[in-house]
């Protein structure tokens, strides 16, 4: 049995590590509700335009948006949201085994990835893996603008425009409540026609474009790449925030649980120096 | 008979307005668009600008910084790259901000640059104009 000293220290040090996991899972705590505050904010646009878009497809446009054109698959995008920072446990994990996954799966049936990044751990993950990377994007902080995540939106959305990719994918996780999230690809483009119904179709109209449906259309369509990809940072946050806050829960319970069995391990530690130092006394009496 | 449109403003990062009106005054791309309820579907851009909602005797002044306006008979949706209330806007911080473009305007001629500097002017400046026809009009200060 280790000696009461050593046993001492050990429980100090995981009483330590108890302080910080629960200090972590406090502000991960305060910053979850923020992040899902901004969340659900950014819902109601994010509705708004699917809603314009939908009306778009019930009327007759007279062209076809580019990021609409499907296109037999050749080679295909990712846009990867991952988070900043460790400690939140499975959540980078989740999103880095499904695009794996799927590129696998593209590699097999002869279709090469290039992939955009959102965020440290994915980054340092698929860079070690030689995935060919487009874009990249950290240090987003807490609340991120649209205007800091242009560039991976652009790489991609540039990238279809030109026929460089036929298809890109979004994998990101979805959050379901503060216990369960759930990693998820979605196909960003090209953009999926909400479909109208045959009867909303029969009313024959389109909108009056100003100045022509061209320009505006290209500027919906792009508003409408950036805030699926925004909902889905923002939702990704809020995704993290509550993931670390769980798996900090979880450490700091853990801690706990170590703590008690190393103080019953000192305390038995501790009397058998005692019993055992009479036993010796009493035989030095003895032996007088 | 009365008529009124449903109006909602939203920008990315929240909804800004929701309601209804008898009018809408937009800062459309081609120019100023006021909309009446029963008015022809249209889609437009945005410049930064006005956007003034009105209802009976009363009328909010909205600031877009550019967006989408998407008009139904009975609806109108502001999808507003950014919102806010005209009475919110900080005029010492947006003058500050037209100086600083205005400044980085001059020093640089590549081209991106001088082209943000360009929008951020513009937009600094349509910031100024609704404060200014705020004070003008006796509601604000």
Known sequence: ????????????????????????????????????????????????????????????????????????????????????????????????????????????????????????????????????????????????????????????????????????????????????????????????????????????????????????????????????????????????QSARMVAMKSASDNAKRMVDDLQLAYNKARQAAITQEIAEISAGAAAV | MAMTIDVRVVSAEGSIYAGVADMVVAPGEMGELGILPRHAPLLTGLRPGELRIIRGAETEYLFVNGGILEIQPDMVTVLADSAERATDIDEAKALAAKQAAEARMAGHTDQMEYAAAQAELLEQIARLKTVQRLREQGLLR
Request: with cysteine; hydrophobic share 40%.
């Open chain 1, 1 to 240: 049995m280790a000696n009461a000293k050593e046993i001492r220290g050990q429980i100090k040090s995981v009483k330590n590590t108890r302080k910080i996991t629960r200090a972590m899972e406090m502000v991960a705590a305060s910053k979850m509700r923020r992040a899902q505050e901004r969340m659900r904010a950014a819902r109601p646009y994010a509705e708004k335009i699917r809603e314009v878009l939908g009306h778009l497809a019930q009327a007759h446009p007279e062209y076809e948006h580019p990021l609409m054109q499907v296109r037999p698959i050749k080679k295909a995008g990712f846009l990867v949201v991952t988070t900043d920072r460790g400690l939140c446990g499975g959540l980078n994990v989740n999103v880095l085994r499904n695009v794996v996954q799927k590129v696998r799966e593209l590699h097999e049936g002869g279709v090469e990835s290039n992939l955009a990044v959102v965020g440290n751990k994915g980054l340092g993950f698929l860079r070690r893996h030689g995935a060919h990377l487009v874009a990249e994007l950290n240090g987003l902080g807490d609340r991120p603008h649209l205007g800091d995540m242009i560039g991976p939106i652009r790489a991609m959305a540039d990238a279809y425009a030109k026929g460089e990719v036929d298809v890109v994918y979004l994998v990101s996780s979805r959050f379901v409540n503060t216990m369960l999230q759930r990693a998820t690809v979605e196909q960003l483009l090209p953009v999926e026609k909400p479909t109208a119904s045959a009867e909303q179709r029969a009313e024959l109209w389109d909108y009056i474009y100003e100045p022509e449906a061209r320009p505006v259309l290209d500027r919906l369509m792009q508003r409408y790449v950036e805030s699926v990809v925004y909902q889905a940072v923002i939702e990704h946050l809020a995704c993290e």
